[in-house]
């Protein structure tokens, strides 16, 4: 019989993107092992059910789910984990929480953290999948072509996620313009970010070495073409990691702080939240004058994430169901 699964997932645009990229894949990864899979979101996401439904999932608002069994749920998002988790536990079991935070909700059957920095099989008593094997990513970025990092830097990428209440976007841009290079530089951005207006004068500023590509529905072709990219922690660091491009990183969350120092201890990515503003831009001209440090950041972030992480999730998931069938039987 076909396994239903319920995916409950922070989409709103205060969320940020990273929520529903993970989830996305996730389901995308069910739906190719035989699942039928419901992606719930928060009311008003409309960017969110389309890039979803683009991936030929099935969406719904979390007041208009469809009725009927559910075989397992999981739950991604900090305030879902406090106020939907114990229900959805409840309704849906077995219930998978994706949890950034190592803090598993009430009824978890399962925990989900990718992060660099962890390893083991449990958190606290709950059962867990953790480090880079499971990291949610697109399997295409693994499947990019290396970049060989031998010649000087052509392409750089600027991408600081859906939402960069920081101004992160400009800061980077500042900084790789405060020194000699010839490299074209593309920021990828949406026109409803503070900041906007700005970060397109300082881009025509630049004249043809100056891009901007708006609301892209993934970073698959950018990261193809980029050499270097100046991005924000989370999904986008896997995937950049992913395809083999070296990388500086921001932090753009506190949740994000312990995956980028994980990330810099392997020689990922450089960790651009510990540098001073005067420290960024030498930061940034060194490292485009080492073709040796960039190759090596690409060798190593393709060492630790290979793409298949959300296949391996679907897997654990498919059996947790059943093993829960299975125990529910053998109770009576």
């Known amino acids: 019989m076909t396994q239903r699964w319920l995916i409950r997932v922070a989409s709103h645009t205060r969320h940020g993107g990273g929520h529903v990229a993970r989830c996305g894949n996730l389901g ?19 960017d969110a059910a389309a890039r979803l439904r683009r991936l ?42 994706i949890d950034d935070f190592l803090s598993p909700p009430e009824g978890a059957a399962l925990v989900v953290n990718s992060a660099l920095h962890l390893v083991g099989e449990c958190v606290g008593e709950t059962p867990a999948l953790l480090g880079p094997r499971f990291a949610m990513i697109d399997p295409r970025y693994a499947q990019l072509s290396p970049k060989t990092a031998t010649g000087p830097v052509r392409h750089v990428l600027v991408t600081m996620g859906r939402i960069d209440p920081l101004g992160l976007a400009g ?21 409803d970010l503070p900041g906007h207006t700005a970060l ?19 970073m698959i072709g950018a990261l193809d073409e980029a050499d270097f990219v100046v991005g924000a922690g ?10 083999g491009v070296p990388s500086m990183t921001l932090l753009l969350a506190d949740n994000q702080r312990l995956f980028v120092e994980g990330a810099a201890r392997l ?24 073709a040796d440090v960039r190759g090596a950041m690409a060798t190593a972030g393709r060492a630790a994430i290979d793409g298949q992480g959300s296949a391996r999730v679907a897997k654990r998931l498919m059996a947790l169901s059943d093993e829960t069938v299975t125990s529910r039987q053998a109770a009576g």
């Open 56 to 97: 030929g999932l099935a969406t719904s608002e979390v007041d208009m789910l469809p009725s009927g069994m559910w075989d397992g749920s999981v739950v991604d998002g900090y305030e879902l984990m406090e106020e939907e988790a114990a229900d959805l536990a409840r309704r849906a079991p077995p219930l998978v929480a």
């Open 171 to 191: 800061y980077a841009l500042r900084g790789l313009t405060s020194f000699e290079h010839d490299a074209t530089i593309t920021v990828v951005t949406s026109p």
């Open 28 to 46: 995308s990864a069910l739906a190719r092992v035989g699942a039928d899979v419901m992606m719930q979101l928060d009311p008003d996401s409309p």
């Open 267 to 290: 020689g990922a990515t450089i960790n651009g939240g510990q540098l001073a503003p005067h420290e960024f831009a030498s930061a940034l001209q060194a490292v485009f004058a080492d």
């Open 200 to 218: 397109v004068q300082q881009l025509s500023a630049l004249g043809p070495r100056g891009r901007l590509i708006l609301d892209a529905p993934d």
């Open 234 to 243: 989370g999904v986008s660091l896997m995937e950049r990691m992913a395809a």
